[in-house]
């Protein structure tokens, strides 16, 4: 599975910005996928991830309740919509894979190129 992230951007805090994952492969629909993302100077952390069908989605409690994963396995592509945008969500997102049908959480299996989103005050 090849996987590239795009969408980012700059946008105000308050805002909101959609990110979107491409992958290639027809094992994409029975993978699991996730988003990750790394600030300046931190660890890359977990964001979201989304089961195999889009039954079920695990969200990181930064996030919760902003943040919303979905995927169209027709289209072979995975989103992350992303509101109320803090300062502090300002990082490179990552679009990652797991060759498991659910999230078993880890750093995932395939990683793509990222995506950077910047937030101003």
């Known amino acids: 599975v090849q996987l590239q992230a795009s969408g980012g951007g700059l946008v105000q805090a308050g805002g909101s910005l959609k990110l979107s994952c491409a992958a290639s492969g027809r094992t994409f629909s029975t993978y699991a996928m996730g988003w990750f993302r790394q600030a300046p100077g931190k660890e890359r952390e977990f964001v979201a991830a989304i089961s195999y069908s889009g039954g079920s989605t695990y969200s990181a409690n930064s996030v919760k309740g902003r943040f919303t994963i979905s995927r169209d396995n027709a289209k072979n592509m995975m989103y992350l919509q992303m509101n109320s945008l803090k300062v502090e969500d300002t990082a490179v997102y990552y679009c990652?894979?797991?060759?498991?049908?659910?999230?078993?959480?880890?750093?995932?299996?395939?990683w793509g190129q990222g995506t950077e989103v910047t937030v101003s005050s």
């Open positions: 990652a894979a797991w060759r498991s049908a659910g999230y078993r959480g880890g750093r995932g299996d395939y």
